[in-house]
């Protein structure tokens, strides 16, 4: 039974890196599958960060693309977020999930972006 | 970036059918956007319902069904159990690229 489970700070201050894992537990992320990153502002609805897939290759929401970065780390079964130069609205709940057919979900965490 | 349009909250009656729709800024919503629909509860991470239009995951209730309808994706709800209560996402693919999540509906079974 495949199991993501996210982990990273909850805290980040205004202008610094926002860096999130995701780890991975029954499946390889060697397999043929896209992995996303999905975040949720308080009182405001789901929005797609990206997508990276086991080569490396990656897919970005457009109104986020020149602040993030996504890689896959297949010795440790993880794939990772890094969102910088951050302001208080990217304050969220991130959740990782398998973009094949999105049937697979982190019980997701919430990043406060605050000095 | 395209935006993604649903009605902002649908009331139903226990037993009740409902209808929520998907509309996109870029024109009609065709198979080819790959429509997802997700339910979402208070504190819960979102559960796919629906994928690719219509189909169905083996943990998805056969009252939830999934179509196009009018240049629109839909979700129907046929038969709202009061567990039904809750917020609904839907999710167009751009090209394989680039997803985007509706605006979301609360559906409030009443």
């Known amino acids: 039974q495949l199991q993501l489970l996210e982990s990273g700070p909850g805290l980040v201050k205004p202008s610094e890196t926002l860096s999130l894992t995701c780890a991975v537990s029954?499946?390889?992320?060697?397999?043929?599958?896209?992995w996303s990153w999905v975040r949720h502002p308080p009182g405001k609805g789901l929005e797609w960060i990206g997508e990276v897939y086991q080569s490396g290759s990656t897919n970005y929401n457009p109104s986020l693309k020149s602040r993030v970065t996504m890689s896959v780390d297949k010795s440790k079964n993880h794939f990772s977020l890094k969102l910088n130069s951050v302001t208080a609205a990217d304050t969220a709940v991130y959740y990782c999930?398998?973009?094949?057919?999105?049937?697979?979900w982190g019980q997701g965490t919430l990043v406060t972006v605050s000095s | 970036q395209a935006v993604v349009t649903q009605e902002p909250s649908l009331t139903v009656s226990p037993g009740g059918t409902v209808t929520l729709t998907c509309g996109s800024s870029t024109g009609a919503v065709t198979s080819g956007h790959y429509p997802y629909w997700f339910q979402q509860k208070p504190g819960q991470a979102p559960r796919t319902l629906i994928y690719?239009?219509?189909r169905r995951h083996s943990w998805t209730p056969a009252r939830f069904s999934g179509s196009l309808l009018g240049g629109k994706a839909a979700l129907t709800l046929s038969g709202a159990q009061p567990e039904d209560e809750a917020e609904y996402y839907c999710l167009l693919s751009y090209s394989g690229v680039n997803y985007v999540f509706g605006t979301g509906t609360k559906v409030t079974v009443l």
């Open positions: 999930a398998r973009s094949t057919d999105f049937d697979n």
């Open positions: 029954g499946d390889s992320i060697s397999s043929n599958h896209w």
């Open positions: 690719d239009t219509s």
